[in-house]
């Protein structure tokens, strides 16, 4: 049964980039990659990628900088209006439909995976706004910034399935509680 | 030896209260007060209490609301330009000079005992920018308001103590990096 997870790193005040979109206040913290909520048992439990256009863009420009590739190699939407290029190999498709059909289309291309929505907050927001999100996974790193990219911008509840410290972060997975549930 | 210590409920995304300053997503909240982190035994570690005057009126309208007094034996300090009424009884100190003199005061009447901050966040910030901010504790309620005020509004660097799940919190105790330390 595919469930569709928002999974995400955070600053203790509820920041997923900061001002100048950097991760360089998470990328510097210690982390256990085999302890709980781990990344690749995460990705291997994922069947289909979406996220937006900044987001996109971030990790073109971190993946390049690093000399990686494309990190995923499930299908990939990316939501923008824009008009934008695909890595050479990789299968990312551009969009600029609801996220109702977005999703269902990803949902078809996951077989019975999981949906991974990386961000940004807004985007999350909308599958959120249609009922779609299910699971919010967050690792919160020891930092606070006070400005930057919002993780969630919506009034949402959430109920906690399991919480547990991987290395310096504070990891915890939610599933989101729908109105009238 | 007192530790100054910033001891709070906040959302996933990093509120301390929703734009009309309400707690109502809080208060609904399971909690269990002999769990991890409870308020009770935080409490009796306390020799001072320190907060902002919008947390200051908070506290006094939702004590009137339940029918109970000022909730804090301590000596209190309410940061404030305006003039205010202390509590019948209630030993309550309103004060507009610089936090660096308020923290000598209450170190000194704390008695070995640690300082609570209650809030809100830009108090918190300005202990934080003079050096005096030793502890955040926080309680994360299963909950993303989108907007509301913030929980510390700076950019700061922490070091994760520990963490414990309590009921449908989760828990987690920081020290402040000082610069250059």
Redesign the interface.
Known sequence: MTRTVYYVA??????IADEHHSLDWLLKQDIDQHGPMNYDAFIDGVGAVLMGATTYEWVLKHQAGSGEGWPYTQPSWVFTHRDLAAPAGADVRFTSAPVTAVHAEAVEAAKGKNLFLVGGGDLI?QFADAGLLDE?M?S?A??????GA???????????RE?A?NA???T?T?DVVRAGA
């Open positions: 955070c600053t203790l005040d509820g920041f927001g919010v967050v919160y020891p930092v606070t910034l006070g400005a919002p993780l969630l911008p919506r009034r949402l509840d959430l109920r906690l919480t410290r310096a972060f504070v915890a939610y």
